[in-house]
Nanobody
């Protein structure tokens, strides 16, 4: 399984970026996907997650109203649309594949409940 994240870059505060994460290597039927981020000197933190069908999403409070997660299963790709970016959003953003294909399991904010991770894409927001 490989997850390839892309779309990061340098943007001014108030700007937007769209991250993509393409999955390959096996079937992902039933699996949720999530985005996490890690700033220098800080622990990895949950950003947003989406269920297999896309009918359920959950996001951290600090991104609600600004970031939107979505997915296209035909393309095995999950997206994170980030608007109204702030300098404190600066971090490496990682996508991850949920460990279970049980669609009844609630979306998880815990890194340990994701078993495959992308390489990360750097997002830098200047003030």
């Amino acid at each position: 399984v490989q997850l390839q994240a892309s779309g990061g870059g340098l943007v001014q505060a108030g700007g937007s970026l769209r991250l993509s994460c393409a999955a390959s290597g096996r079937t992902f039927s039933g699996r949720s996907m999530g985005w996490f981020r890690q700033a220098p000197g800080k622990e990895r933190e949950f950003v947003s997650a989406i269920s297999w069908t896309g009918s359920r999403t959950y996001s951290a409070d600090f991104v609600k109203g600004r970031f939107t997660i979505s997915r296209d299963n035909a393309k095995n790709t999950v997206y994170l649309q980030m608007n109204v970016l702030k300098p404190e959003d600066t971090a490496v953003y990682y996508c991850a594949l949920g460990r279970t294909n049980n669609v009844l399991v609630p979306l998880s904010t815990t890194p340990g409940n994701y078993d495959y991770w992308g390489q990360g894409t750097q997002v830098t927001v200047s003030s």
